[in-house]
């Protein structure tokens, strides 16, 4: 019999790993405007992988609301446009799931959250973020499980 080397095995391990993370996402709810791909990297600025990073931004000022939702068991779900072009945003979420819902928004080139809030299950929120840099680009973090509904403007 065959030994299997340690290179090897992390081979296949990686591969195990790999097929795992592709079934937690196979089994995610339909979304509308989010994402399950981080458009930030743990040491800042825009990730260079991934399909679902935002390539995009919403200027709520020109275009007005930016509505999204979404439903996830195991997987963190993003905004998939940036917003930007307010001081003050209005944000808007019902969480429709059974547990508590956390959202943080975030600047594109930071990993520190600028506004955070946990909603308890069934409950909504409408708050307004402010000392947001108009010209920079945010985006909204969910955690998961999540089952939800909003918009900013």
């Not at 994402?35 to 931004?57: A, D, L, R």
């Amino acid at each position: 019999m065959k030994k299997i080397s340690k290179l090897g095995f992390l081979s296949i391990m990686l591969v195990v790993l790999m097929f795992s993370s592709t079934v937690a996402f196979a089994e995610e709810g339909e979304s509308i405007g989010v994402t399950t791909e981080s458009p930030v990297t743990e040491s800042g600025g825009i990730t260079v992988f991934g399909t679902g990073t935002p390539t995009t931004s919403h200027n709520l000022v020109s275009s007005g609301r930016m509505t999204f939702s979404g439903s996830a068991q195991g997987s963190n779900l993003f905004t998939n446009k940036y917003f930007k072009g307010k001081s003050q945003v209005k944000v808007y979420v019902k969480n429709n799931h059974s547990t508590k819902l956390t959202l943080k928004i975030y600047k594109s080139t930071s990993v520190i959250s600028v506004y955070s809030e946990t909603l308890d299950s069934g409950h909504t929120l409408t708050a307004f973020p402010s000392g947001l840099d108009k010209n920079g680009l945010y985006y909204i973090k969910f955690a998961a499980p999540s089952n939800f509904s909003g918009y900013v403007e």
